[in-house]
């Protein structure tokens, strides 16, 4: 498993404390014993994966049953797994500076006049603030007739080590053969 920005070493020395092991819970202490950096708890039912701590919060809904053993599987792809990130948890920010540069470049290889204007109407709208989203870019982009609207987003810097510290943890269940317990006949 590749991360675009791995921050998976951070957790090398982390200790994992299982707080509850059921067939309809797991929730997990992970922290690096003597301090509080990069410590989380994740809590993890039948339809979702709920991340808090030193690190932020996230929560990942990926469906009614499909808990754990839809993480350990789909861990692998970021794009699939920020899918199921509620909008409230927010995953991306403005690039401002990916977004100027690209303006840059678009100005610098423009020969048209009239359009390198408003490439520059953009540009300064970005150097005052104006534009502060990709919804904002968008609508300018838009409203100047052109197709195809760059997306000026990353994935935060928080979001990589939430990303880092699951799959973290789903390798150490892999490596410590972590089994979710069996429902016993008496329950329901």
């Not at 990069?38 to 991340?51: E, G, K, L």
């Not at 929560?59 to 199921?84: D, F, H």
């Not at 100027?100 to 020969?111: A, G, H, V």
């Not at 709208?125 to 997306?151: C, K, L, M, V």
Request: glycine share 6%; aromatic share 14%.
């Amino acid at each position: 498993m590749s991360l675009e920005f791995d921050y998976r070493k951070d957790f090398k020395d982390h200790k994992v404390t299982v707080i509850a092991n059921t067939p309809e819970i797991q929730a997990f202490n992970c922290s690096k014993p003597e301090t509080n950096v990069f410590a989380f708890r994740i809590v993890i039912t039948d339809n979702c994966i709920a991340m808090n701590g030193d690190i932020g919060e996230i929560m990942i809904c990926p469906g009614y049953g499909r808990g754990i053993r839809w993480l350990r599987g789909s861990i692998e792809s970021i794009g699939y797994v920020l899918e199921k990130v509620p909008y409230n948890f927010r995953t991306k920010e403005w690039n401002e500076k990916a977004a100027s540069e690209k303006m840059q470049r678009m100005i610098d290889y423009e020969d048209d006049e009239k359009r390198d204007t408003e490439y520059q109407v953009i540009k300064g709208a970005i150097g005052f603030g104006t534009i502060y989203s990709q919804e904002g870019f968008s609508t300018e982009w838009n409203e100047r007739g052109y197709d195809d609207t760059p997306d000026m987003e990353t994935i935060t810097c928080r979001t990589w080590i939430q990303l880092s510290a699951i799959t973290w943890l789903t390798e150490w269940m892999d490596a410590t053969n972590f089994k979710v317990a069996k429902r016993r006949w008496w329950t329901f």
